[in-house]
T-cell receptor, first 117, second 113 residues
Framework: SQTIHQWPATLVQPVGSPLSLECTVEGTSNPNLYWYRQAAGRGLQLLFYSVGIGQISSEVPQNLSASRPQDRQFILSSKKLLLSDSGFYLC????????????????FGNGTRLTVT | EDQVTQSPEALRLQEGESSSLNCSYTVSGLRGLFWYRQDPGKGPEFLFTLYSAGEEKEKERLKATLTKKESFLHITAPKPEDSATYLCAVQVLVYNQGGKLIFGQGTELSVKP
């Protein structure tokens, strides 16, 4: 069965410090990978998605970046954190092979709670 | 602009009191509508996919239905363990770029014993 791992679970970082969040998927090949952010009391906002190694699409301009150095590894980074970067960061994967109706559910990790102080 | 709106924002029920959550959407090129359950401090857990108007899916006390403009999540005789935030999302297929999910703000359900 497929599993998705995110770490760390919680992180407190000062403003201006760098960030690196990592996500790995097991039990599947060539997944689509996603980074979402969830602010308190709000829905999920798509930040980045990737359909293959080195292929990153950005949805929202910001001081964050993403990389996919391996097929099942997705990394979210920042060179200098802002207070507004605080939130709940979720990694997700979906199968590259669509079902007969062209759908593939996203499956989420348990997230990283980031607090920028 | 693609948009998903959920109502109510919060819902408090007594155990056994049935109710419904609403998800309305305006998107171009709908590829599917998804319901997720999210417990505090956890990632969303996939519940259902609905593809076309008239379709229904059931899981234990939950039943999801879909029309051309909205979806309902019906909760029959809820129990305290059903307490969670329920998220609705629509999938827009981007050619050769995977399917992006657009989420609503969620409905926070609380079931009291």
């Amino acid at each position: 069965s497929q599993t998705i791992h995110q770490w760390p679970a919680t992180l407190v970082q000062p403003v201006g410090s760098p960030l690196s969040l990592e996500c790995t998927v097991e039990g599947t090949s060539n997944p689509n990978l996603y980074w979402y952010r969830q602010a308190a009391g709000r829905g999920l906002q798509l930040l980045f998605y990737s359909v293959g190694i080195g292929q990153i699409s950005s949805e929202v301009p910001q001081n964050l970046s993403a990389s996919r150095p391996q097929d099942r590894q997705f990394i979210l980074s920042s060179k200098k954190l802002l207070l507004s970067d605080s939130g709940f960061y979720l990694c997700a994967w979906s199968a590259r092979t669509w079902d007969s109706r062209g759908n593939s559910p996203l499956h989420f990790g348990n997230g990283t709670r980031l607090t920028v102080t | 602009e693609d948009q998903v709106t959920q109502s109510p924002e919060a819902l408090r029920l007594q155990e056994g009191e049935s109710s419904s959550l609403n998800c309305s959407y305006t998107v171009s090129g709908l590829r599917g509508l998804f319901w997720y359950r999210q417990d505090p401090g956890k990632g969303p857990e996939f519940l259902f996919t609905l593809y076309s108007a008239g379709e229904e899916k059931e899981k234990e006390r939950l039943k999801a239905t879909l029309t051309k403009k909205e979806s309902f999540l019906h909760i029959t005789a809820p129990k305290p363990e059903d307490s969670a935030t329920y998220l609705c999302a629509v999938q827009v297929l981007v050619y050769n770029q995977g399917g992006k999910l657009i989420f609503g703000q969620g409905t926070e359900l609380s079931v009291k014993p």
